[in-house]
Nanobody, 122 residues
Framework: QLQASGGGLVQAGGSLRPSCAAS????????MGWFRQAPGKEREFVAT????????MYADSVKGRFTISRDNAKNTVYLQMNSLKPVDTAVYYC?????????????????WGQGTQVTVSS
């Protein structure tokens, strides 16, 4: 089970750090990802991290502004979001894929959190 939190309302240029807590003892085996879905749009890839934390990938739209990280001791994955823009407004979802590898492929993610709303005002 994945529980996302830490979204909120922020002005353009601000920062947020959503987190996603996982239950269970196998968290460290899973590749983790963040996706987002804006109103009227499809869910899209944001960032992903390998099971060990040693490799990450980002969507071009967030590269250089967002950082994904994980703490396997705490069963938690984070998404540090800096220099936020109004176009970043969406519901952000964390997800786990059993391959353990970082991947943008949404179909490889078997477990999903409930989402946390991020709203960036101009």
């Amino acid at each position: 089970q994945l529980q996302a939190s830490g979204g909120g309302l922020v002005q353009a240029g601000g920062s947020l750090r959503p987190s996603c807590a996982a239950s269970g003892r196998t968290f460290s085996r899973y590749g983790m990802g963040w996706f987002r879905q804006a109103p009227g749009k499809e869910r899209e890839f944001v960032a992903t991290i390998i099971w060990s934390g040693g490799s990450t990938m980002y969507a071009d739209s967030v590269k250089g502004r967002f950082t994904i990280s994980r703490d396997n001791a705490k069963n938690t994955v984070y998404l540090q979001m800096n220099s936020l823009k109004p176009v970043d407004t969406a519901v952000y979802y964390c997800a786990a894929n059993p391959t353990g590898w970082p991947t943008q492929a949404i179909h490889q993610y078997h477990y999903w959190g409930q989402g946390t709303q991020v709203t960036v005002s101009s």
